[in-house]
């Protein structure tokens, strides 16, 4: 199995909900990603888990609060968002650390619309 | 400073024709060169990878990329082009051994009948 499942598809949400998108992999991988990729470029790093630890947050605003429950499952809490936060939200899992091992492999993405 | 440069934003090609995607780096020798392919409201996947085991790299789909030291260079190529390949094309870089991925811009590939 070398998939990484994202629901919902699709989420249309105000900006007074609170949402979460999940992503889910059983390949055993030990860091997992989101990213946010808004039309026509290249996917942004949000938030890195290594080990089910927070690793990585790049200065992401608080109303986008990632959680790793366990090795298997990453959650991203939506709260507050605003209009210009509508994006696909990616998330990926690696074996370890992309210069160590290798490649990462991608969910099909949360098309996310803040109305 | 790593770096990571796609050629063309756009690139059209008749079905049948060579497809020849750009992508130039700006590291030390990098462990590791992805092309990942996007299809239009899907998530990426991974077309292929260097692994400095060989300089020429089959993919799927019949795509293959050569890497070369002197050009740093890593052009994607497929000698004739199929109406599926249409989609976005992104090459990345690791950054060191970190987790983080250095991505290119993105080409979006077109193919005309």
């Known amino acids: 199995d070398t998939e990484v499942t994202q629901t919902p598809k699709h989420l249309v949400m105000g900006m007074t909900n609170k949402k979460s998108l999940k992503c889910e992999q059983h390949?055993?991988?030990?860091?997992m990603y989101w990213y946010k990729q808004k039309a026509k470029k290249p996917p942004e790093l949000m938030f890195v888990y290594s080990y089910e630890k927070l690793s990585i947050n790049e200065s992401v605003p608080s109303r986008f609060s990632p959680e790793c429950p366990n090795s298997s499952l990453l959650n991203l809490h939506l709260h507050a968002l605003q209009p210009e936060d509508s994006a696909l939200y990616l998330c990926?899992?690696?074996?370890?650390?992309?210069?160590?091992?290798?490649?990462?492999?991608f969910g099909q993405g949360t098309r996310l619309t803040v109305v | 400073a790593q770096s990571v440069t796609q050629l063309g934003s756009h690139v059209s090609v008749s079905e049948g024709a060579l497809v020849l995607l750009r992508c130039n780096y700006s590291?030390?020798?990098?462990?590791?060169l992805f092309w990942y392919v996007q299809y239009p409201n899907q998530g990426l996947q991974l077309l292929l990878k260097?692994?400095?085991?060989?300089?020429l790299v089959k993919g799927i789909n019949g795509f293959e990329a050569e890497f070369k030291k002197s050009e740093t260079s890593f052009h994607l190529t497929k000698p004739s082009a199929h109406m599926s390949d249409a989609a976005e094309y992104f090459c990345?870089?690791?950054?060191?051994?970190?987790?983080?991925?250095?991505f290119g811009s993105g080409t979006r590939l077109l193919v005309r009948p």
């Open positions: 590291s030390s020798v990098p462990p590791y």
């Open positions: 990926a899992s690696s074996q370890g650390r992309y210069g160590d091992s290798g490649e990462a492999f």
């Open positions: 390949m055993g991988h030990r860091a």
């Open positions: 260097y692994t400095s085991a060989a300089t």
């Open positions: 990345a870089l690791p950054v060191d051994s970190s987790y983080k991925l250095i």
